[in-house]
């Protein structure tokens, strides 16, 4: 690469980059709802539609495509493909990006899914392993979003099975932050209940397993733009 052409995308040229002008930036994503901690494997909430009894057991997803940017810079991290888990014994989990450049960010980029690339190949990258709970085929590829619960339906137990894969399904956030020089730390809350009523309201004793439908997939991946957002405190003005 030309000296000219690296100093037009400094960021894209890590050798020329001082070690000591780089920063280790941990982003904590917390399962929520209405802003509190989610409880996992309790009936104690309820399906946004019929009001049902409803509770999670597993939820994962594939935060990819990580890439932060201030007013005249930009950072994209390699191999930017991240598995996130909340489960009862842990409702949290964090990514690490490391070797990060930039001083103040004010913007963070993140697509919920694969891009189609990654999501057709069998090369491990990142959190991708074809030997996954989150793979199913490589005609269909990963599963970019698993929620798996049960809905309580008079006296009765309804399982919940949400496996929303297929390249249409990826989303992408652009989220507005304050992170400053000194910060080292980003929160982002996961609202589980948004799954269900965001862009779309989906009726859980409706629809209590999605699978294979391309529309039905599609209609849930619609809910991801409203499914991750930065905690307030964190948010830019």
Known sequence: ???ALCASVTLFCPARVAAEDTRRLEITFVASSQGAPF?????????PVGGEPVMFRDIRFYASGLKLRN?????AEADSYH???FDARSPTDKVVLDNV???E???IEMSIGLDPEANGSIMPRGDLDPNSRMAWNWEIGYKFLLAEGALMVGDKLEPLVYHVG???SLRTLRLPVSIGKEDMSLTLDVDVLALF?????IDMSALPTIKMNRADASMLADNFTTFVNVRSDEARD
């Open 1 to 3: 690469m030309s000296a």
């Open 71 to 75: 007013a005249t810079e930009e950072f």
């Open 166 to 168: 297929f390249n249409e």
């Open 39 to 47: 409880v996992f494997d309790e009936f104690a909430y309820s399906d």
């Open 105 to 107: 960010i004010d913007e």
């Open 101 to 103: 450049p930039l001083g």
């Open 83 to 85: 598995l996130v888990r």
């Open 197 to 201: 009523a965001g862009v779309n309201t």
